[in-house]
């Protein structure tokens, strides 16, 4: 276990610094220096080259990156050129909504795709599956933008239950923050959960066909208890990779979301930079995001190992 | 599953046949505007109604139809045309560097959010549908190297491509002779399966302004522009989102009659 363990965090470092070198290098190629941006047209040459030198962005690009990637391993990702406050604040400020609306939309989904996936392997081939496969298909086609619009037109401007946009904040107490998340959280849990429910009947079917699941039954398990004890355990992980890219996906996928709801979360953050040119913070931010997915799919191939003991062996 | 099968390529034939009929025709010219008509319901004269400049809402789906399909065949064509040769490249070096370099490279793609990644794209070249193209396209290049290098690997291990090597042949003949035409399968599958990604994908980049600019119309575009006045005339919006769901979900439909009719173990399993 130690070594298997010690393997897989050496190419975690590793992805970390390939990743680090790529997103520098790519920003590098970006048109239009921050600097002229942050002091519009009419900037004097002498000004924005002051800026540029109080900002650090003449010395040449070896020496940026390692000032770039010391400062963030001592926890200081560099100031916003825009918002003139610590890139590290806004992160925190944002995850605030990011975080908890990408675990209500993961929650929402498995909540949708836990029943239904179990369901049709149950009814395999019965008109249960059938439904479920249906259903499953419609959600992975709905875009979810477009899905949001239609919850807005139904459940904000007809039925007025919940808010069309905007968030108040959790300092308004928590009733009012999950109401404005409620119909993002719907939006994006909709297509993932199709997907999930798809994984899991098919992992379900596959491990159903099993010996010991012959053998559960013979030694007279009915067959709710051999699917719940022996099938959904031995299902879980196919489920648990999907469900790891997922929880990345909508931290950094939810921008479009975000964008139709005005949330003030991680992705509308990236967005705005990326349009004002705030690139320590596109920089910082993208990267905070790649570390997140690769540690989750860290934390996932861990899962795999305490789920299945056989994984723990072979490495 | 035949229904459903059937159901996928009428979908999907429906979207292509109305791609390119808009190239000599539509009911209304799309870039023709028309105060005086604007935001009408559906009707006899226009069948899906008018949006806000009194533009026909069906000539507009049909040309839309062009973009869509346009920009995620040229990104899937990126991915097949890059993935596929790393793909057969990593697998004649199976477990060799080059294998692994191919294979670390693609999970550090998978590991980048495409969205952010897109956005980028377009923020540093400009928005246009050529961009969106190339943002989506990348992403497609290691799904298509995984699915050839798994799809290869299988195959190397078999008798009669021993045989193709004890006959002389090099690895990288033996790669486009006998290994790519049988993962063929394969790829047409995941070809299906990505294109109906790209459609979302276009869709979600012309929603946020980052996508095909106007004249140029935009199934995503569409809905952008309809946000402002869903609850005035909700057809502007719901005709543009539903053309998506469909087209998409008959490519999916289609993809998987595909894949059930492909694959042999599947079809006596089923």
């Known amino acids: 276990m130690t070594r298997y363990l010690f393997r897989r965090l050496i190419s975690l470092a590793l992805s970390l610094v390939v990743a680090s070198l790529v997103i520098f ?101 019965k008109v249960a599956d059938a439904a479920v496969m249906g259903a499953t298909q419609v959600g ?34 928590l009733w009012p923050g999950l109401r404005a998340l409620t119909l993002p959280a719907i939006a994006l849990a909709l297509p ?33 208890q051999t699917l719940l004890r022996h099938g959904l355990r031995n299902a879980l992980i196919p489920v648990l990779t999907i469900m790891g890219m997922q929880f990345s996906f909508l931290l950094a996928g939810a921008i479009i979301i975000e964008n139709v709801f005005y949330l003030p979360g991680l992705g509308r953050l990236i967005f705005q930079a990326i349009t004002q040119r705030d690139l320590i913070v596109v920089e910082s931010v993208v990267m905070i995001l790649v570390f997140a997915v690769i540690l989750v799919t860290f934390l996932v191939d861990l899962a795999y190992a305490a789920i299945d003991p056989r994984l723990r062996k072979r490495a | 599953m035949r229904v459903a099968f059937f159901l996928g390529l009428i979908l999907s034939l429906a979207a ?32 899906l109604g008018t949006d806000h400049f009194g533009r026909d809402i069906a000539s507009m789906l049909m040309a839309g139809a062009r973009t869509s399909i346009a920009v995620a065949l040229v990104a899937v064509g990126i991915g097949v045309g890059l993935g596929v040769p790393l793909g057969l490249l990593a697998a004649a ?74 006959a002389g042949k090099g690895r990288t003949r033996i790669s ?20 109906s990604l790209g459609i979302l994908a276009e869709a979600g980049l012309s929603y946020v302004g980052l996508g095909a600019q106007p004249p140029t119309p935009s199934w995503g575009r569409m809905l952008a522009e309809a946000q402002t006045m869903v609850t005035l005339a909700p057809h502007v919006a719901i005709f543009p989102g539903l053309a998506i769901v469909l087209t998409v979900l008959g490519l999916n439909l289609l993809g998987d009659g595909l894949r059930d009719h492909l694959d042999p173990r599947l079809r006596r399993a089923g």
């Open chain 2, 176 to 195: 486009a002779e006998h290994i790519l035409p049988n993962i063929l399968n394969l790829l047409i599958v995941q070809g299906t399966i990505q294109f």
């Open chain 1, 25 to 125: 290098a790519v920003i590098e190629v970006v048109p239009g220096d921050p600097a002229s941006y942050m002091l519009g047209l009419n900037a004097k040459p002498e000004t924005v080259a002051a800026l540029k030198d109080q900002l650090g962005l003449n010395a040449p690009a070896p020496v940026r990156y390692l000032n770039w990637i010391t400062g963030m391993v001592q926890g200081d990702f560099g100031l916003s050129y825009t918002y003139k406050t610590p890139v590290s604040q806004l992160v925190i400020q944002r995850l605030a909504v990011s975080l908890p609306l990408a675990l209500y939309a993961l929650a929402l989904a498995v909540l949708v795709a836990f029943p239904a996936g179990l369901m049709a392997a149950a009814r395999r081939g």
């Open chain 1, 140 to 173: 992975i086609a709905l875009p979810n933008f477009w899905f949001a619009m239609l919850l807005v037109l139904a459940f904000a401007l007809h039925w007025q239950i919940f808010p069309a946009g905007g968030f108040p904040g959790w300092d308004q107490g």
């Open chain 2, 16 to 47: 292509l046949i109305a791609a390119l009929v808009s190239l000599v025709w539509t009911p209304y010219d799309v870039t023709a505007l028309s105060i005086a008509d604007k935001l009408k319901p559906p009707s006899p004269a226009h069948w």
């Open chain 1, 192 to 224: 993932q959960a199709a997907i999930l429910a798809r994984v899991l009947r098919s992992a379900l079917i596959e491990t159903l066909g099993q010996d010991y699941i012959r053998t559960a039954r013979a030694k007279g398990l009915t067959g709710g």
């Open chain 2, 93 to 166: 070096n199976r477990g060799g560097l080059v294998d692994e370099v191919v294979m670390r490279g693609n999970d550090l793609i998978f590991a980048f959010p495409s969205l952010v990644i897109a956005i980028l794209i377009t923020a540093v070249f400009g928005p246009s549908a050529t961009n969106a193209i190339i943002a989506i396209g990348i992403f497609n290049i290691p799904v298509f190297a995984r699915v050839t290098r798994g799809g290869a690997l299988s195959l190397w291990t078999l008798d009669f491509i021993r045989a193709a090597e004890v």
